[in-house]
């Protein structure tokens, strides 16, 4: 299965935007990109997905590279309730079904 | 709607113990998963399900088992609790496609 890497941690100023990033160099054509964040003490969350284009929702925007080996998930305007540990996984979606988990990126905003 | 619901939320278990972590979702969901989260680490995945009567191994499964009767359950079965297996389990549910995962909230077992 395709792997990700990301960060250890980041930190972010309150208020100013947020860019995640996370390399899978691996990844097939039949992958899409997911991200999630889990807060302290609580279950993960869904943030975002994509497969080949940019896509934004109301929580946050994923920026996918031309070649799909990296992507980026975009806070625009960080708050204190985004700190979080933000994972980024590559899922088949037509085979298995898998969900794998890396370590994340962990993300502390400073007031 | 409750989403995916996790009992119980906190068990303490002794060495050689069995019990069964229940899981329920109520969105009709085809995909449950299990994972389990040690202290400071990412998730591993346990079992997960792509339909009724169907399960699969994730990356962690020894000393566990789980069964799908049903598609809103997906109960996952400690027979021999160790105190490696001391972690917070969540189960989560997806629908079809590329559909994200939905997760509950997590219960908490320590094994002594």
């Known amino acids: ?58 929580m946050a925007s994923l920026a996918i590279a031309e070649d799909r080996k990296s992507s980026t998930l975009i806070l625009h305007r960080a708050t204190l309730r985004d700190a979080a540990v933000y994972y980024c996984i590559l899922t088949k979606t037509n085979t298995g079904n898998q969900f794998y988990f890396g370590t994340g990126t962990s993300l502390t905003v400073i007031p | 709607n409750a989403g995916v619901t996790q009992t119980p939320k906190f068990r303490i278990l002794k060495i050689g113990q069995s019990m069964t972590l ?71 549910s997806r629908g079809t496609g590329s559909s994200p995962l939905h997760f509950g909230n997590g219960t908490r077992l320590t094994v002594t």
């Open chain 2, 22 to 92: 229940q899981c329920a979702q109520d969105m009709n969901h085809n995909y449950m998963y299990w994972y389990r989260q040690d202290p400071g680490m990412g998730l591993k995945l346990i079992y997960y399900s792509v339909g009724a009567g169907i399960t699969d191994k994730g990356e962690v499964p020894n000393g566990y088992n789980v069964s799908r009767s049903t598609t809103e359950d997906f109960p996952l079965r400690l027979e021999l609790a160790a105190p490696s297996q001391t972690s917070v389990y969540f189960c989560a």
């Open chain 1, 1 to 58: 299965d395709a792997k990700t890497t990301q960060p250890n941690s980041m930190e972010s100023n309150e208020e100013e935007p947020v860019h995640l990033p996370c390399n899978h160099s691996t990844i097939s054509g039949t992958d899409y990109i997911h991200w999630y964040r889990q807060l302290p003490s609580q279950g993960p969350e869904y943030v975002i997905h994509g497969l080949t284009s940019n896509v934004n929702n109301r």
